[in-house]
């Protein structure tokens, strides 16, 4: 029998279209999840850089009080906010525009946190421990950088009064070059505690905890 | 086999393992109306799972459903390139025409599926003739049976391999080669989630140790952990993947009950599937490929 055999193409075709659409629907969904996120945590920087100015405020306007309302709970929407942004750059990828801009400003909101944070107890004779953490998601360092990452979190949820700011040590911002001048950063992974003492190569929460006040 | 078709005196032949079972007595009358078209020399039935027990009989009760819609798939497409031991029905002026079963094949269904797709004829399914099989219930019954199969595949494919060309349709230029893609792909994700899984549970360990970690003091749960973890799964595309195979599989699954008219619940058979096939399913295939490349032999049991 040599006659010649049917492709059945209008079929074939059929099923690689409804394969195709499934396959983009699973990317579309994903990417609505993402950017929704993204749109989500853009409108909460907008948010907590009012929230810092409201703070901001407060401290200047302190006279005798020192009660300046809203100041620690804030630190733990910038540290949630964090976390977040970690997933979205996860997705988005590290080099991604929207993820870098929003990045530095997250870094900026940190920052202006930290210095509030510093202001506030020399003003008010408090003692916060504060810790920065240069992190880097570049290939050789981004395990330890999650390792030490995840100590952290256990710290602050067993502390909630430990202020932790983390910084990618690869985010090409002034502010961060002059952050990592201030405390001779040199490599990445690396935790200042209370703006005194410089840890690297951290395994445990112990080797953190002693130096916590 | 062989000895039953030189003997038989009819003009068709019928095929059973030890192990089927026909629950209807009609099967037969429903089948041979599809040698109506002259170019059919064998009609597949559907198979299914005889009364499925235990964790592997149900994971195959699965299987099985699924080989309904792939094989009808198939026969829409003239594509059926396996058919089964359990109640396939020959013409038997092929066997006189182009020889009897191959008695050095390991699985002479297989290679006779491809012999009658080689002479240009057709294999159809029918939907209506359900024929029941006896599924090993046992990890190394189970194991061998699949290891005959899959070695018993592997040389047929490398006999009739001059098959995968479009001179032989959407069989030769898309479903043999995209079978083959599959089984390689899917042994290869298999083990690739394995080890990723694998690493993962071992890097959570040992982040669970760096905090020194116990469940009554650190584990906090909190509205921002649930809605980073969602957040984290649902941002992915696996996710999503996932979650499209399981409605495709429920699909397929509706439709081969409907088929096979079967009452039994399945969800449990369902569970079991999505969890252990894919592993089972590698494991088969890496065994039977050693022994295909050393070239050990394969016994029946």
Known sequence: MEEKRPLYGKRIILAFIIATILFALGFLLSYIVTYSKYQSVSISQGTIGYSLLDLELQERLITSSCNVLGLFSLSTELDEMGSTMGILEKRFGKTDIRVLSQKEIYSMLELQHFLLIKSYSEKCNKSINSILFFYSNEENFADAGEKIGYILDSLKSQKKQVMIYSFDYNLKINLIELLKRNYNITEPNIVIINEKIKLNNINNIKDIQKYIK | ?301
Request: overall charge positive; some cysteine.
């Open chain 2, 1 to 301: 086999m062989n000895f039953g078709i030189k003997k038989a005196k009819g003009e068709i032949i019928v095929t059973m393992d030890a192990d089927n079972i026909i629950v209807k007595g009609d099967i037969l009358k429903k089948m041979v109306y599809n040698f109506n078209d002259s170019n059919v020399m064998c009609i597949a039935p559907t198979t299914a799972i005889y009364n499925p027990k235990g964790i592997l009989q149900r994971v195959q009760q699965v299987e099985y459903l699924l080989g309904v819609f792939l094989r009808k798939a198939f026969s829409s497409i003239n594509a059926i390139h396996i058919t089964s031991g359990a109640f396939s029905v020959y013409r038997k002026s092929f066997f006189e025409k182009h020889g009897d079963f191959d008695e050095h094949a390991l699985t002479e269904d297989m290679e006779m599926a491809l012999r009658i797709q080689y002479y240009g004829y057709r294999i159809v399914n029918d939907l209506t003739a359900v024929a029941y099989t006896i599924a090993p219930n046992k990890f190394i019954p189970l194991m061998k049976q699949r290891r005959r199969w899959y070695v018993g595949l592997m040389k047929c494919l490398l006999k009739y391999r001059f098959m995968f060309s479009k001179k032989y349709g959407a069989m030769g230029a898309i479903v043999l080669p995209v079978a083959i893609t599959t089984v390689i792909l899917s042994v290869i994700l298999t083990f690739y989630v394995t080890i990723i899984s694998l690493s993962e549970i071992n890097k959570e360990l040992n982040h669970l140790q760096s905090i020194n970690f116990n469940f009554a003091n650190n584990f906090e749960l909190n509205k921002f952990v649930f809605e980073r973890f969602f957040f984290n799964i649902f941002s992915s595309p696996i996710a999503y993947f996932f979650i499209i195979f399981i409605f495709v599989l429920l699909g397929y699954m509706f439709f081969a009950k409907k088929v096979i008219k079967e009452h039994s619940e399945i969800r449990l058979s369902i569970f079991f599937f999505i969890f252990l096939y894919s592993f089972l399913f590698a494991f088969w295939w890496v065994v039977s490929f050693l022994y295909y490349l050393f070239n050990r032999k394969v016994s029946w049991r």
